[in-house]
């Protein structure tokens, strides 16, 4: 049997040192990840299926978003069932590994500060040039405010898809739905666009990646506000129905829930005009500027997404007891 027993003591014992493992190594280069060769096949049948009539493209985007999903989570659950028959501790050490390349927070940090480390000497143009590998959108022009605005808006939405969600599904289902769910997350973020290309093909990754994201994405804001209840300099007060109000403005589903509790507790305005390949992209605005954007605000949403992915787990602690009670 796989080693992490769902929504068991154990279970979330096992999801700390995956975490541990995660602050410790992240994702160091030559080390093949789980992610890297779902984008591969994402990529190759991309290529072969995305085409024909829009009827047959999201025919075959439902096909692909079937086909990846099922198989990561089959090809997870024998592969641990196999290495823990064979010995308990070869599956143990094996969904440990699995469960900690789920999880980027160490390579969340990493981003961030190596945007925010030049800016603060003042080097915009490296700034932006670190900005860049993080977000879609242009960066050669943006002031110390705009490059602020987009390293706090990737890690409050990646505080979700790089955190909170991983654990969520982890503590379920293990190992094997957690992949599962990095899997609806990876074809989201590669063919899950509303353009002429993926507007069709992409169109199950997205909903389905709406779905997985849904609840982990409304705990999260809890989390990140009862951890700010604990920091200093964090506006707390009518920050809950504030999230409520105005996450909906968003164009996602999910990402302006904490984009929206973070602008809140930062006191910040969040969202607002982008550009892609000189295209002009306007967004929602969440949060009111009671300060303008610095990049101090980026080491501030660091301790937010570090508060709030702690206080998650303890959300789920009660779940966890519950369950053991009852059995």
Known sequence: MVSLEPL?????ALLLLA?????????????????????????????LWNRGSAHARRRNGYLLTAMVVIGVYLIAWVGLSILSRLHPGLGLVAELWLLST?????????????????????????SRLALSRIVGRDTAHLDEGEITRGAVETVAENTV????????????GGAPLALAYKAVNTLDSMVGYRNARYADFGYAS??????????PARLTVLALWLGALVMQGMRVRGALLSTRREAPRHASPN?????AMVARLLGVRLGGTNHYAGQVSRRATLGDPLEPLHVGHIALAIRLMHGGWLVFLLMLLPLVLLKEWLT
């Open 8 to 12: 068991t003591l154990w279970g979330l």
């Open 19 to 47: 975490i541990a493992v995660d602050l410790v190594i992240g994702d160091p280069p030559g080390i093949p990840h789980p992610v890297v060769a779902i984008g591969k096949v994402v990529t190759a049948y991309e290529r």
């Open 102 to 126: 789920t999880l980027a927070i160490k390579g969340l940090v990493e981003a961030a500060r190596a945007v925010a480390e030049p800016l603060g000497r003042g080097d915009l143009a490296a």
């Open 161 to 172: 898809d790089g955190i909170t969600a991983p654990l969520f599904w982890a503590l379920i």
């Open 206 to 215: 997205a909903r389905l990646d709406d779905l997985a994201n849904w609840l």
């Open 255 to 259: 990402a302006g829930w904490p984009e």
